[in-house]
């Protein structure tokens, strides 16, 4: 790997490369800094703007947004109560009460610290395991990639939050609306009413932005609240950060432990970084001798659910680029952006672009550095920037959201159909259903779609080849049991449950 | 057939999981008209079950006390995350316009306008509109204009 990573260091240390790392933490902590923001809505933002960069400059402007809305979200969980984003969420369990104590500037250096240190963790844990993920990714051909992009659907559309069937749902709609257009393989028009812009299809971008950008914002207008549960005006961050950063190192098994759980959660297809400050907040509060000194403002509680946090990303990237299949619903959206540049997310990816790997873990560990050294000095101003009420933010935010998906291909119609999709997810979004699948749907469909007729052209037009080797029959498996458990899970629980009473 | 008086949310559920429905049904006969085989495969392959799940949820939207104690139902906690009700439907008319304005009138004309007339709505103030349509109108004109030398739609009508 060393000569990636002499590209990625080089890429980086530019002058002006390094100054949009820059503003692409500074634009992340911002972003993570307002609930409802976050990592998604940033990235949907920002990919049709990237559309004219190179493809390395693209990934690592956005690896480093990534990064800095990790940290942005425990800021106003700990000053105001608020997680920006859902990732955070756990933070506030002591985050805040460690604030009321006059400790925020404690937190706010353990939060700072356990996410920088984290997030290098989660880096050199998925490093480590590259050469094992490319002798796996050598196994793969055709099959095996019709079997994973569906494992990948299934897997995520019954794990993320909401109904399991709506989730399953919008998976097929994602497909279908995939396979709008001329078919690659047959150039049969498909679904095009006619239509010459319909012709090249329903594109990702517009779609992309108006399900996560456009229906996140028009959901923070209708429900028209405030954007801090506990608004101060005069946010306090006082003294005491150096001694958080020192708490890091005073409990490192605990950052050991909450960082790696966090690496492995992110590795896990779908299970998304919600998850992952969860289970290592309360498996802090379980291994620790005094537990219910947790939620009273213990630093460890932050320093476990931050240390997660940020490692978690660096594990999602392992499944997200070395298979195609997101680790989350950032995740989802960055996959995206390769399609955006040309650049066929799945096993070959590591194979062949091993540079952007590189240089988006490289960004990323950059980012979240800076991130911490910013965040933590500019903690009290950036959190003023939740007074800004919803009703000029979401104005902004939708008009830049139009304006940035009319660049990418210059053409008008593309706003009606992110206008369609923007209202279609903030229906999606009240009703419970999830739209990570759909956008999944979107990215691989197509994937699939060519995989499996390939598979069918090598094999002379018969179906043996998707069952003849032992990583299909796993991918086989591994998609029925996700697809199948979640659905009876419940149906065998309400029976032992009736049986039992 | 027994319905309960249903709830907002899940008028809305049987609203958008029924129109989903027909829009998949539909895609699904013209799936049906494809000459070349290979073409219908995989839209057929996930259209049909994506057709029954959405018939399902339409249902169970109708019936729910019927279906909920055998399907995944939605939490309390997302039940109380979905519930919203102040967006009036002027805000969403001036929502939806932006490609209407644009498409007929081009960028410069719809920027301006589109940022004032949502952020006035949204914030019930003329002048928090005004102050940030200029802002907006002149960040963008910078950054895309100049900048970055994109040219935008001018409008079919000027």
């Known amino acids: ?29 911002l972003m993570g800094v307002i609930p409802g923001m976050g990592g998604v809505v940033a990235l949907a933002l920002l990919i049709p703007l990237t559309y004219g960069l190179d493809p390395l400059v693209a990934f690592m402007f956005l690896a480093a947004v990534l990064g800095g809305t990790n940290y942005g979200g425990s800021i106003t969980a700990i000053l105001l109560n608020t997680p920006g984003t859902a990732t955070n969420a756990a933070t506030i369990f002591d985050g805040y009460p460690m604030a009321k104590q006059g400790r925020a500037g404690e937190a706010l250096g353990a939060s700072a610290a356990a996410s920088a240190l984290g997030a290098l963790l989660g880096i050199v844990v998925v490093v480590a395991l590259i ?30 939050r909401g109904n399991v069937l709506a989730g399953l749902a919008s998976a097929g709609l994602g497909m279908l609306f995939a396979f709008h257009g001329f078919d690659p393989v047959t150039g049969t028009p498909r679904y095009t009413y006619d239509i010459t812009y319909l012709y090249d299809g329903i594109k990702l971008i517009p779609a992309l932005v ?20 506990d608004r101060n005006d005069d946010v306090d961050v006082g003294s005491g950060r150096l001694k958080g950063v020192l708490a890091v190192i005073e409990h490192r098994w605990l950052f050991l432990r909450s960082a790696l759980l966090g690496t492995v959660i992110g590795m896990i297809p779908g299970v998304g970084g919600t ?16 537990p219910e000194a947790f939620g009273t403002g213990d630093v460890r509680g932050v320093i476990a659910s931050e240390a997660s946090n940020d490692a978690k ?49 490289l960004s990323l560990l950059v980012s979240n550095v800076l991130t911490s050294v910013i965040g933590l000095s500019l903690a009290g101003q950036l959190a003023r920037v939740t007074l800004i009420p919803i009703g000029i933010l979401a104005p902004v935010v939708i008009t830049v959201a139009f304006i940035g998906v009319f660049t990418v291909s210059n053409n008008i119609y593309d706003l009606f159909v992110t206008l369609g999709f923007g209202v279609m ?35 002379g037009g018969t179906y043996g080849i998707f069952f003849a080797d032992p990583m299909s029959i796993i991918l086989l498996v591994l998609t029925l049991l996700s697809l199948f458990l979640p659905l009876l899970k419940p149906m065998v629980m309400n029976h032992f449950g009736g049986v039992r009473s | 057939m027994n319905t309960r008086i249903i709830s907002s949310p899940d008028r809305l559920a049987v ?62 906690e997302e039940e109380s995350e979905t519930a919203g009700g102040e967006l009036g439907w002027l805000t969403v008319v001036i929502f939806a316009s932006f490609p209407f304005v644009a498409y007929l009138f081009g960028f410069l004309i719809t920027v301006p306008i589109y940022t004032f007339a949502l952020t006035s709505r949204a914030c019930d103030d003329v002048r928090t509109g005004i102050a940030v349509a200029v802002v907006v109108t002149v960040g963008w004109w910078v950054v895309f204009v100049e900048l970055l030398n994109v040219i935008f739609y001018e409008g079919i009508l000027l």
């Open chain 1, 425 to 459: 997810g903030l229906g999606m979004a009240r009703v419970g259903m999830s739209r990570v699948p759909m956008v999944l749907g979107l990215v691989l469909g197509p994937i699939a779609q060519q995989a499996f007729l390939r598979s069918h052209q090598i094999s």
């Open chain 1, 131 to 160: 050469p094992l993920m490319e002798e796996i990714i050598l196994t793969f051909g055709p099959p095996q990639v019709f079997w994973l992009a569906l494992f990948g659907l299934t897997i995520i559309a019954t794990v993320v």
């Open chain 1, 1 to 29: 790997m060393a000569d990636p990573v002499t590209t990625a260091v080089g890429i980086v240390a530019q002058p002006g490369n390094f100054f949009l790392v820059c503003a692409g933490v500074l634009f992340g902590l």
């Open chain 2, 15 to 76: 609203g958008l999981y029924g129109l989903l429905l027909v829009y998949t049904l539909n895609l699904i006969v013209q799936t049906l008209d494809f000459s070349d085989p290979r073409a219908r495969l995989f839209p057929l392959l996930f259209g049909v079950p994506t057709a029954l799940i959405l018939g399902l949820l339409t249902v169970r939207g109708l019936m729910p006390t019927k279906f909920d104690r055998v399907l995944p139902t939605r939490s309390v």
């Open chain 1, 313 to 361: 990303d660096g594990g999602g990237f392992l499944p997200t680029l070395g298979l195609g299949i997101p680790g989350s619903a950032s995740m989802a959206v960055l996959l995206s952006a390769f399609l955006l540049h040309g650049i066929q997310p799945g096993p070959l990816l590591l194979q062949n672009h091993m540079d952007i790997f590189a240089v988006i873990l």
């Open chain 1, 210 to 229: 108006g399900l996560f950008a456009l229906g996140e914002m028009l959901d923070l207008l209708d429900k028209g609240e405030m954007i801090a549960k």
């Open chain 1, 275 to 290: 998850t992952a400050n969860y289970v290592a907040y309360f498996q802090a509060e379980k291994s620790a001798s005094d």
